[in-house]
């Protein structure tokens, strides 16, 4: 029994050790308040800190509104990859999505979240600028 036991650890230390696994430079991106149709897209990115390829299958978000779009290629160790994220901001008031990753990383499911407020009119300075071009 004891050996049993001891090859499991072993076994689940080697892969652990072997496994892909991706760290976020921001797991949350905060749009802070941006105007009524201005650009929702936003772009978190990634490295792959693991040893091997790390394959993005999937990327689901919490509604309609937030489209993710993936990396198409494995992301080599080392490297840096991108999630980009569009919100559409031509929805008012204030939002709070999640956008969950599926991989072949050690955890093989990742959420990561946007945030922030869509004003209702656009902001007075770009009021301002659009008064004095005319």
Request: one cysteine or more; proline letters at 4%; charged letters at 25%.
């Amino acid at each position: 029994m004891k050996t049993f036991g001891t090859l499991l650890v072993v076994f689940f230390i080697s892969f652990s050790i072997n496994a892909q696994e991706f760290k976020f430079e921001e797991e949350t991106i905060n749009y802070g308040k941006i105007d009524k149709a201005s650009n929702g897209e936003r772009v978190f990115v990634f490295t792959n800190v693991g040893d091997q390829p790390l394959i993005i299958k999937n990327i689901q978000s919490s509604c309609g509104c937030t489209v993710p779009k993936k990396p198409e290629q494995p992301i080599m160790p080392g490297q840096k990859g991108e999630i980009k994220v569009s919100y559409d901001t031509k929805r008012v008031g204030g939002f709070s999505k999640t956008i969950t990753v599926f991989s072949n990383a050690k955890n093989p499911r990742k959420m990561i979240k946007i945030r922030g407020f869509v004003n209702k009119e656009l902001s007075l300075e770009k009021d301002k600028s659009i008064l004095t071009d005319i």
